[in-house]
């Protein structure tokens, strides 16, 4: 059994993959809002930003997952630059502060794995996508360099969805119209 952390892990993506990890492995998830009621998640409450405490988890770990996200569209030239450093702070920030916290867990753990999600929007360009693009971007930057820094023993991914149905893209897929749009 692998003892897998997700941060963020209440909801959306990240509620949806610990409720799937449980089968067979010891999931261990962060949680801001949303407390985690399965008692089969060991759970922590989490803001990111805030010193990651690592006494509440095992010696090894054999899974690291930053789910935490923001998405706010917006045209380029309606964006404070502020509005940039913040999402940064959240979702690039955020991931380092606990990948660093973890990482000797990681290290005790055999053939770890770290897993970011970006977006499609980083590869593709969409129009309005600049805050989320310009941070996620940063963070397929980051899973670049930290796959080559910490293999063989740690591989480092990032997944690239697009806006998917959850609590966070609610107000983006909230008619049938919108949400044909988006499956295009």
Known sequence: MKNILIIGGSSGIGGTLAQNLTSSNKVFATYRNHPIEDERIVSQPYTVGEPFPTDWLPEELHG????????????????????????????VVGAIQCLQAVLPKLKAGS??????????????????????????GAIEGLTRA??????????????APSITDT???SALLNSEDKIEQNAR
């Open 64 to 91: 690291f997952v930053y789910c935490p996200g923001a998405i706010q569209l917006k045209p380029f030239q309606r964006i404070p630059a502020e509005n940039f450093m913040s999402d940064f702070q959240f979702q």
């Open 111 to 136: 053939k770890a794995s770290v897993v970011f999600l970006s977006t499609v929007a980083v590869q593709t360009g969409f129009p309005f996508h600049s805050l989320v693009s310009a941070s996620k």
């Open 146 to 159: 930290l796959a080559a820094e910490l293999a063989p023993s740690i591989r480092v991914n990032a997944v």
């Open 167 to 169: 609590g966070l893209a």
